[in-house]
């Protein structure tokens, strides 16, 4: 499924999530593309991403969160996903999905955390609160408190987690 996801927007690589599925319809069809969104869409909710700092390895991504990601970004374009009528666990799973993004938070993170401050600032301090255990030589450390700082405009940024 990752290499479908890949597929989807070869032209992306910032991202894990793509922005359009048009790449793999000309290339496999519009079934398959299909197939592979509605896949996705179900995807995320049967999958619970491991927070930056609770990871073995650093620095990796499990394809469950690319599958995920890519689940939830295209149910949010297509308007399946109203991020005010999430429950608060499928705020929780969608957060955990979030903050594992490359590059930055994914596009519907904002949404987010404006319809649900309290638990979204719940999973960043999390996150932070893990980063500040890490030991002294760990190379791989730029994880979700970087991504505050390049990224943390209003309402998901810093002052969340005061």
Request: charged residues 25%; hydrophobic residues 35%; negative net charge.
């Amino acid at each position: 499924m990752v290499e479908l996801i890949r597929e989807a927007d070869e032209k992306n690589s910032s991202q894990w999530t793509p922005s359009t599925w048009t790449d793999l319809e000309k290339k496999r069809g519009r079934w398959i593309a299909n197939a592979a969104r509605r896949g996705c869409k179900t995807f995320w909710r049967r999958f619970t991403p491991e927070l930056p700092h609770e990871k073995r390895e650093p620095n990796t991504t499990a394809n469950g969160i690319i599958v995920g990601l890519a689940g939830l970004q295209a149910a949010f374009d297509d308007g399946e996903i109203d991020a005010a009528h999430l429950t608060p666990d499928e705020v929780r799973l969608a957060s955990r999905y979030a903050v594992n993004e490359m590059n930055g938070f994914t596009r519907w993170f904002p949404s987010l955390a404006s319809a649900h401050p309290g638990i979204v600032g719940e999973i960043l301090s999390e996150c932070v609160q893990g980063e500040w255990l890490y030991s002294e030589d760990r190379k791989d450390v730029h994880d979700v408190l970087q991504r505050l700082v390049w990224h943390g405009e209003s309402p998901t940024g810093m002052e969340m987690l005061m």
